[in-house]
């Protein structure tokens, strides 16, 4: 089995050479332009935001939206397309890109009454090498294929913060499954963010269409009504005797067929089924998934379903119900990614650096201000590298005093944090800014004081929020000497209070950290000598000098 090659005007487009050709010349094209073009054309047609293809092109790395265009323009002026009067890729303004331009597809060594799909979209990123850590995560994920592999069907679902490592992870079951004797056969499909309702079982139909010509006959025996919805897979005429065929057609049919393909198409060999970013998805196809998983019978097929668990709680997303009812009838599992630990961050380091590792202190900055969260840690430490403020030199590695590397928060971490932030209500984003000037962990008591609010209500914002498990997790209870007891809440990385902090005013900081500094003053009565460099911190950012007692 081959990948497949595309021809649309003068071009061909081959994946498994990575390149584009016009009358057999080579025409120059950066990796992540082809890899855009690539999935575009496998989507020819469809129309695909932004995000679907940031979370394709760069799923382990946060970039700016600007970086697709920039791709776009790249593109365009390979392929001699005016964006104006487009021939070949067109923009929906606000919404993302679509080709145009007619596809055939040249796969000579495919059968295509075979039951088999592959997926080349998501293949390994050319950095697959620095993939680093969850030997454990990964080891249950094997466990999952081995149960699969004796004809169980396996639903898991796959949880984890934004950047938390969830697509790399998956990736790294694939490269391992891609090195087996019989490599399995993959269907990759995203579920992005709507500007209003989504169509129907759309990350599913987008992961069937660029496969839907190889498993036509599966498709038009067991799925028809799937079949209709894929129109480049059938001529007009067998579009017109589809669309005759299905009239009066409605979703519970289409759930049927929907489980009946995708059990046909793990027959003769075990399917994984990948859906990514549950959170977005339509109900129907979680309606999809939950009917799956009570199907009796076997079926060896594996679904990953990856979901931002805080993300689901904002949006009331049925997706978390979905999974709860699943488990509590034992027809579905759960992993849900932490951050890395210190070992994990040396293990990254080291086959990033392979000749010659940071020293451990560099390691140990790196995860205190990241908190361990791979995104944020990659992105800083690429920044640091860039500046020149961590150099490896032949005599070995350079780095700036620790002060100065404790203040660094590369731009795009600041973006992202504040993205997160803002889809908070105004209560949880005016909590966070006093919890960011009480420092990177404080009470729900102190916290109340400083918003003049009742604990019992602040306690109940920060339990939602630690819930969403983004940005603050619960960390026990705390006990003044005045009696008060409350929650205890820490910002989950430090690079969170950090953004929140500096994004506050200077009149702002002041009037917090006096009404902080006056609490804990008096919740502690006699014994503030015991926390006298807290007090001294807030009293001198608050620009009033502490009581003597404080500070001896």
Not at 41 to 51: A, I
Not at 98 to 104: D, G, K, L, N, S
Not at 164 to 191: F, N, S
Request: aromatic content about 6%; overall charge neutral; glycine content about 8%.
């Amino acid at each position: 089995m081959t990948l497949p090659e595309w021809n649309f005007g003068p071009y061909r487009l081959e994946p498994a050479d990575a390149r584009l050709t016009r009358a057999g010349e080579t025409l120059p094209l950066r990796p992540k332009a082809f890899a855009v073009l690539c999935h575009l054309v496998e989507r020819s047609g469809r129309l695909v935001g932004k995000d679907e293809l940031l979370n394709a092109v760069w799923p382990r790395g946060y970039v700016r939206d600007s970086v697709v265009e920039v791709c776009i323009n790249q593109l365009r002026k390979a392929l001699e397309d005016d964006s104006r009067s487009p021939r070949d890729i067109e923009t929906v303004p606000k919404r993302g890109y679509r080709f145009i331009a007619e596809v055939a597809v040249r796969c000579a060594e495919l059968d295509e009454t075979a039951t088999a799909v592959t997926s080349h979209a998501h293949t390994a990123p050319p950095d697959a090498e620095r993939w680093a850590g969850r030997k454990g995560a990964l080891a249950r994920l094997h466990r999952l294929w081995a149960e699969t592999l004796a004809g169980e069907r396996r639903i898991l679902f796959l949880t984890g913060e934004a950047g938390i490592g969830k697509t790399t992870l998956i990736e790294m079951l694939l490269r391992d499954l891609g090195r087996e004797p019989a490599p399995p056969p993959v269907l990759w499909g995203q579920c992005i963010d709507h500007f209003g309702t989504g169509e129907a079982f759309l990350p599913l139909l987008s992961a069937l269409g660029s496969h839907a010509a190889r498993c036509k006959s599966v498709l038009r025996s067991r799925a028809p009504t799937w079949l209709a919805q894929l129109p480049g897979a059938v001529t007009p005429e067998e579009r017109a005797g589809l669309q005759q065929e299905v009239i009066g057609a409605n979703r519970v049919r289409m759930l049927r067929e929907g489980c009946e393909l995708l059990e046909a198409l793990s027959t003769r060999t075990p399917l994984v089924l990948v859906l990514e970013d549950l959170h977005w998805s339509d109900n129907a196809t979680l309606e999809l998934l939950s009917l799956l998983g009570r199907r009796r019978g076997r079926a060896a097929l594996l679904v990953i379903g990856s979901y931002r668990a805080g993300d689901a709680a904002l949006r009331e997303h049925p997706v978390k119900q979905v999974q709860q009812e699943l488990a509590s009838h034992r027809l579905c599992a759960e992993l849900a990614l932490d951050t890395w630990r210190f070992e994990e961050v040396q293990d990254y380091l080291a086959k990033r650096f392979p000749e010659q590792a940071p020293p451990e202190p560099v390691g140990r900055l790196l995860h205190r201000r990241s908190g361990g969260h791979p995104l944020f840690l990659v992105n800083l430490l690429d920044y640091l590298l860039s500046r020149g403020q961590l150099q490896p030199l032949a005599s070995g590695w350079h780095f700036s005093d620790a002060d100065t590397l404790e203040t660094q928060i590369p731009d795009d971490v600041r973006q992202m944090i504040r993205h997160q932030v803002s889809r908070l209500s105004p209560e949880e984003q005016r909590l966070l800014g006093v919890a960011s000037a009480a420092g990177v962990e404080s009470s729900a008591a102190l916290l109340a004081s400083a918003l003049d609010r009742d604990v019992v209500d602040v306690e109940a914002v920060c339990e939602r929020l630690a819930r969403g498990g983004a940005i603050l997790a619960n960390t026990g209870i705390s006990e003044w000497p005045d009696g008060t007891v409350a929650g205890q809440y820490a910002f989950r990385h430090a690079l969170y209070a950090d953004v929140l902090y500096q994004d506050l005013t200077p009149a702002c900081r002041i009037s917090l950290h006096l009404r902080l500094a006056e609490r804990l003053e008096s919740a502690h009565g006699a014994q503030a000598s015991d926390i006298a460099a807290e007090l001294a911190r807030h009293f001198e950012a608050g620009r009033n000098a502490p009581p003597r007692r404080h500070i001896t």
